[in-house]
T-cell receptor, first 115, second 114 residues
Framework: DSGVTQTPKHLITATGQRVTLRCSPRSGDLSVYWYQQSLDQGLQFLIQYYNGEERAKGNILERFSAQQFPDLHSELNLSSLELGDSALYFC??????????????FGPGTRLLVL | SQKIEQNSEALNIQEGKTATLTCNYTNYSPAYLQWYRQDPGRGPVFLLL?????KEKRKERLKVTFDTTLKQSLFHITASQPADSATYLC?????????????FGQGTELSVKP
């Protein structure tokens, strides 16, 4: 158990809908990262927040947005969902800003299926 | 464009042998490289980190090498066990101020037979 929690575990929704994925980092970690994993694209970095502020951005679609709250939990919002958004979404956390120099602790993931 | 390639085919080895996994990259100058293990349906688990100025790193039965000239990292598991069966991911990070951005390879599936 990494100490990172994600809810929900599974999500089934329809095209055009909007969903919110939630992540609670390990106790004491200030950085939260979001990744998308699909069979054809592998594990793709979406965005990082550090202590409430956006720190780094990957190839995150404009339909997707994220935020980190004062209690450090984070939410990833996916809107106007398309079939291709079906994937595993992982949240990870680390103590500081330089995640590349640190271990990133991954949560169990949210499996999203868009029908 | 930047590209990371890992052994595309699954690796099948006998218990007790050494497994060697490869991570090659192009059009990228990573300062740090990490290896993760991922079991089906679960999140990746960090194994080892190696910096560009380090040639080799070891942790118990694991060994990682990093050759910036060849643009390659090798990941070795010695005395492999069936419990080592999993997908192994390499991830690269730039030395520039990019926060925690990691670029992951597609992963290599390792199967250790008893």
């Amino acid at each position: 158990d990494s100490g990172v929690t994600q809810t929900p575990k599974h999500l089934i929704t329809a095209t055009g809908q909007r969903v919110t994925l939630r992540c609670s980092p390990r106790s004491g970690d200030l950085s939260v990262y979001w990744y998308q994993q699909s069979l054809d694209q592998g594990l793709q970095f979406l965005i990082q927040y550090y202590n409430g502020e956006e720190r780094a951005k990957g190839n995150i679609l404009e339909r997707f947005s994220a935020q980190q709250f004062p209690d450090l939990h984070s939410e990833l919002n996916l809107s106007s969902l398309e079939l291709g958004d079906s994937a595993l979404y992982f949240c990870a956390s680390s103590p500081g800003t330089s995640g590349s120099l640190e271990t990133q602790y991954f949560g169990p993931g949210t499996r999203l299926l868009v029908l | 464009s930047q590209k990371i390639e890992q052994n595309s085919e699954a690796l099948n080895i006998q218990e007790g042998k050494t497994a060697t996994l490869t991570c090659n990259y192009t059009n990228y100058s990573p300062a740090y490289l990490q290896w993760y293990r991922q079991d089906p349906g679960r999140g990746p688990v960090f194994l080892l980190l190696i910096r560009e100025n380090e040639k080799e790193k070891r942790k118990e039965r694991l060994k990682v090498t990093f050759d910036t000239t060849l643009k390659q990292s090798l990941f070795h598991i010695t005395a492999s066990q069936p419990a080592d069966s999993a997908t192994y991911l390499c991830a690269l990070a730039s030395s520039y101020n990019q926060g925690g951005k990691l670029i992951f390879g597609q992963g290599t599936e390792l199967s250790v037979k008893p």
